[in-house]
């Protein structure tokens, strides 16, 4: 019988709520078994209760109720002892950015009293492990993300743990080095037989896991293998075709206002949907008790995934969530032809380094338009550039016919812009950065009053107004920003990675509001590590070393996948395909 390293039952654990002084029940009876050698997963929306459950097992916080056993520990009653034994490696690992790769281990490697002789045998494994053997002298924060999130894990393994935890290992990181985080991974349980337990907003890292635990506000809907999951799902999946000259994306917009509908997402050109309702299966064409929606169009039927049970089990938590209702309430500026957003042979030096090297694109009015590549590619400066934050060293850039670099105040309150890192004032509360925000965009009186009530009422802030931002789970966080980038109505929205962290049901509102926005015109330039949501896009582009190389609609983008597969291309293996190739080109040119 496998032994288990964690028993967890009816566990719970209060907090009081800033500022209304109200309670939030993080956990309100979970029980959890984690086994030896396994690989478990902790999954469900913000606010579920992953990260407080795993904080608990590391012995940082200790339950009001229950009982909790890690390596035969009670962590609330001894949490140094069970410290000396895991390794934890939080959301926000404590990297020290002016200290070098090395340097890093070797102050964990301190701080943990790991030996001499342990260091010269465990250093040559973590460096072969993470490929960071090249890069010991570089200062961590010239790291990208995926190599910053590689050191945080080799500073969690400098000592070899009995359990390792992991609170979303993979946020922010792009496919390429998510997949060889995920190597790491799987080489840890496979082949040293570590148990890990981890947190993830991305499904398809928990199909991997041997076992899963699925949480919403602070409960558990299902625990399991991942299989037991996706038979939730059993005979409600479908594809949908939207037909010539159809949009994906709006047939998706369309279905999720439908109440028989539990999800549906754009998925290769077509339209995943998800039944309420029984699970009889219908056949080709025939949606059987499909939404009337789908009337016309050729429905198949596929087999389940776990994001289908998942979503079936979240959405039976709660009432069918209405359609967005955001609609604009002032005029976009007139319409010109042609592109509205010019972008030729851009260029950005930072003394010696060229993070954007000679990029070309246009966008037209009401496009979504995706900007796709690995950490340190050159998006976000690019953007910056975009929105006037940064001077180009070259090139030409107009927004909507005006020369960026020349553009006015008035011009430059034409764009909204959502920065990749939180970028709002976490001392303030939610209604006073709004406030803020408003001021800024010169709002005055009733304007001002409306825009930030259909602020607060579209993104569902109404709980948390007198909230400190920085006090937000994630996902609130990122609605907040997304509403104080809309408070004036802009014609051009700017979004770097504006979902990185959210979960399923945080993805799918949001994506529901920008179809809503770019169907009224509004422009859309975005950033994303989610492959998936390339798919809204009309168009993308792929960068990375600050060049782009490839361009085209989600279909032309897919085709440039690797042959062979089994199955059908998806974006990510788009993505991963050629980016790697331009470097293997790089690399063979340098050779």
Not at 206 to 221: F, M, S, T, Y
Not at 286 to 312: K, N, Q
Not at 425 to 437: C, D, H, K, Q, R
Not at 545 to 557: F, K, N, Y
Request: overall charge neutral; glycine content about 12%; some cysteine.
């Amino acid at each position: 019988m496998t032994s288990r390293v964690v028993i967890g039952h009816d566990l719970r654990k209060v907090f009081r709520a800033p500022g209304n002084g109200g309670e939030v029940r993080a956990l309100d009876g979970v029980s959890i078994e984690v086994r030896a050698g396994e690989l478990t997963a902790l999954v469900g929306p913000d606010g579920a209760g992953k990260t407080t459950l795993i904080r608990l097992m590391a012995g940082l916080l200790a339950a009001d109720a229950g009982s909790l056993t890690v390596l035969g520990i009670d962590p609330g009653v001894q949490p140094q002892r069970v410290q000396d034994r895991i390794g934890y490696m939080p959301q926000k690992f404590g990297l020290y950015e002016d200290l070098s790769v090395q340097e890093n281990l070797d102050l964990y490697a301190d701080l943990h009293g790991v030996t001499a002789a342990e260091r010269r045998q465990r250093y040559p494994q973590l460096m072969q492990m993470t490929d960071l053997g090249r890069f010991t002298g570089r200062l961590a924060g010239r790291l990208s993300g995926g190599m910053k999130q590689k050191l945080g894990l080799a500073c969690t393994l400098v000592r070899s743990p009995e359990l390792l935890l992991l609170d979303e290992p993979t946020v922010g990181v792009d496919p390429l080095s998510r997949r060889e985080l995920w190597a790491i991974v799987e080489h840890l349980v496979r082949e040293q037989g570590l148990t890990v337990l981890t947190s993830t907003s991305y499904l398809d890292e928990a199909e991997k896991a041997a076992r899963v635990l699925v949480l919403h506000e602070g409960r558990a809907l299902a625990q399991g293998e991942p299989g037991s999951v996706t038979r939730v799902a059993a005979g409600r999946s479908l594809v949908l075709d939207p037909g010539p000259g159809s949009n994906a994306r709006r047939l998706q917009a369309r279905l999720l206002d439908d109440p028989a509908v539990i999800d549906a997402v754009p998925d290769g050109g077509l339209v995943r949907l998800v039944r309420g309702g029984g699970s009889s299966e219908p056949s080709a064409g025939s949606p059987g008790d499909a939404p009337s929606i789908v009337a016309g169009l050729v429905a198949t039927p596929v087999e389940p995934r776990f994001e289908d049970g998942f979503m079936v089990l979240l959405r039976g938590t709660a009432a069918h969530e209405a359609g967005v209702d955001i609609r604009l309430q002032r005029p976009l500026s007139p319409a010109q032809e042609g592109a509205v957003v010019e972008v030729r042979d851009l260029v950005k030096r930072f003394g010696d380094f060229t993070a954007v090297n000679h990029v070309s694109f246009a966008v037209r009015r009401g496009e979504i338009f995706g900007l796709l590549g690995p950490n340190g590619a050159g998006k976000t400066t690019t953007f910056r550039m975009l929105c006037g934050l940064l001077p180009p060293s070259g090139g030409v850039l107009r927004i909507t016919g005006v020369d960026v670099g020349s553009a006015g105040a008035a011009a430059r309150a034409r764009l909204g812009y959502v920065a990749q890192k939180f970028s709002l004032y976490g001392s303030l509360t939610v209604a006073e950065n709004l406030e803020f925000f408003a001021s800024a965009y010169g709002l005055r009186g009733a304007v001002r009053r409306a825009r930030i009530d259909w602020a607060v009422r579209q993104f569902d802030l109404g709980q948390h107004e007198q909230t400190a931002s920085g006090e937000l789970p994630g996902g609130f966080k990122q609605r907040l920003a997304m509403g104080a980038a809309l408070l004036h109505e802009p014609d051009i929205l700017f979004l770097d990675e504006p979902t990185s962290g959210a979960d399923p049901l945080a993805r799918r509102a949001f994506w529901r509001r920008i179809t809503a926005l770019a169907e009224q015109g509004v422009t859309v330039i975005v950033t994303t590590h989610f492959m998936q949501e390339a798919e809204y896009c009309d168009h993308i582009a792929i960068m990375d070393g600050g060049r782009v190389l490839a361009q085209g609609s989600p279909a032309e983008i897919r085709r440039l996948a690797r042959a062979g597969e089994a199955r059908q291309a998806s974006m990510e293996d788009a993505f991963i395909a050629v980016v790697e190739a331009a470097r293997a080109r790089e690399a063979g040119a340098e050779g």
